[in-house]
């Protein structure tokens, strides 16, 4: 499989790594928000729900 695109890695305004998914769907951005503990309240995600 070849890259089409090459990003640098992105911390989060907490320090921690973005997770980026694709899917049929499109494509999701998760941070796992001040606490750093995923699927807590506090997660940001990108489109929401």
């Given at each position: 499989?070849?890259?089409l695109v090459t990003?640098?890695?992105s911390d989060d305004?907490?320090?921690?790594r973005y997770r980026?998914?694709?899917?049929s769907d499109g494509i999701?951005?998760?941070s796992p928000?001040?606490?750093q503990k995923p699927?807590?309240?506090d997660d940001v995600r990108v489109p929401r729900g």
């Open positions: 499989m070849r890259c990003v640098p890695p305004p907490w320090g921690g980026v998914s694709c899917s999701v951005v998760v928000g001040r606490d699927g807590t309240a």
